[in-house]
């Protein structure tokens, strides 16, 4: 008729057909990436926060309120 269930739970197969080598390339590159993706998010961010003054109805008050909002809430991380 079948396998029985005990005998199909024996023959359990990699979670991925894809040669772990090549996953773990993959994921060094992924890695890779994504720390350079970061890096350049905050390039643009902080070229952003530099010139918030440039923009219409934002003074020197408001841009530094908006600077410190920026300090407080992401300074922190690594």
Request: proline share 5%.
């Amino acid at each position: 008729m079948g396998k029985s269930l005990r005998k199909i739970k024996r023959e359990k197969k990699p979670a991925s057909p894809i040669d772990p080598k090549l996953m773990e390339a993959w994921n060094r590159g992924f890695s890779a990436g994504a720390k350079e993706q970061r890096k350049s998010d905050i390039e643009h961010l902080v070229n952003i926060l530099e010139n918030l003054e440039e923009i219409p109805g934002i003074g020197e008050k408001t841009a530094w309120k908006v600077r410190e909002f920026f300090l407080q809430r992401f300074g922190k991380e690594g």
